[in-house]
């Protein structure tokens, strides 16, 4: 259930969107909730995976 939520989130976070707006989206408790359980998932925060998509050179 936890991966669902989060893949919901990836594709958030190519928005414009605040994290807690997300972390709400998707069901977390609040965004540090969030932001452990993105971490734990991806190895990175949602702001640095929201930072790697901008750069990404298909978003350029």
Known sequence: MTERRIDRAKG???????????ADTCGFASQSHFTRA???????????????????PRNT
């Open 12 to 22: 958030l976070l190519s928005g414009p969107a605040p994290l807690v707006q997300i």
């Open 38 to 56: 993105f971490k734990a998932a991806t190895s990175t925060t949602p702001a640095g995976w929201r930072r790697a998509v901008k750069d990404s």
